[in-house]
């Protein structure tokens, strides 16, 4: 999910970063609204004053989305925050292929 968090955040810069995960199995949004950043501050406890965004979230095949996301499969981080798990290249690896074979 890409979003407007900062000002240099576009529908076109997303889709440029997006090929840094080209698998066709991931999915990329563009959330204009946020709502992704709303949803996930909430569900992941993030910090007061802190919002979820430069995170990583997973969920293991066949996880069933009702009218608001399931809880993650695995969650990374690249906030530099003492919550979740902190996100490093080899993590993110690590945890796509406990489901991705």
Excluded: C
């Excluded at 970063?17 to 949004?29: E, K, T, W």
């Excluded at 946020?34 to 293991?60: E, G, H, R």
């Excluded at 809880?71 to 902190?86: D, I, K, R, V």
């Amino acid at each position: 999910m890409w979003g407007p968090i900062r000002q240099s955040d576009s529908k076109s810069a997303a889709e440029v970063a997006s090929g840094y995960l080209p698998d066709p199995r991931v999915q990329h949004f563009w959330d204009l609204w946020s709502y992704s950043v709303k949803t996930y501050t909430l569900q992941l406890s993030f910090p007061q004053n802190t919002i979820a965004w430069d995170i990583f979230v997973l969920y293991k095949p066949q996880v069933f989305w009702g009218t608001k996301p399931p809880e993650p499969t695995a969650w990374l981080q690249n906030l530099g925050l003492q919550h979740g798990t902190t996100y490093t290249p080899q993590l993110l690896q690590m945890e796509l292929e406990k489901w991705v074979r």
